[in-house]
């Protein structure tokens, strides 16, 4: 650690306190903690920003698996974009038929 108190870049605080006796420069300990980080976070969701964060939570999570749970998680994010392509179109018919009247 340097001389000033200033921490390592990359260094998670949770070695001191959950993750005692794990060897901080690990790169599997270190994503524990950045696991442990996610899980742990707190916050209102019902903001674009947190609806963002966790649209952005799931695509990195998606694309670390492999096999079935990837075509999965790809079949979900189609769904879902497809859910808003459809939604769309339905609310401009909507908005088309109003205003011919």
């Avoid at 921490?7 to 524990?32: K, S, T």
């Amino acid at each position: 650690m340097a001389e000033n108190g200033a921490l390592p870049p990359g260094w998670n605080p949770r070695f001191h306190e959950d993750l005692v006796g794990l060897d901080p420069y690990d790169p599997e300990a270190r994503a524990f903690a950045a696991h442990l980080d996610r899980m742990e976070r707190t916050g209102p969701t019902f903001t674009v920003e947190a609806c963002l964060d966790q649209v952005a939570d799931f695509a990195e999570s998606s694309s670390r698996t492999g096999g079935l749970r990837y075509w999965v998680s790809a079949l979900v994010a189609v769904l879902i974009v497809l859910g808003l392509l459809v939604t769309a179109w339905d609310i401009a018919l909507h908005t088309v038929a109003f205003l011919s009247r």
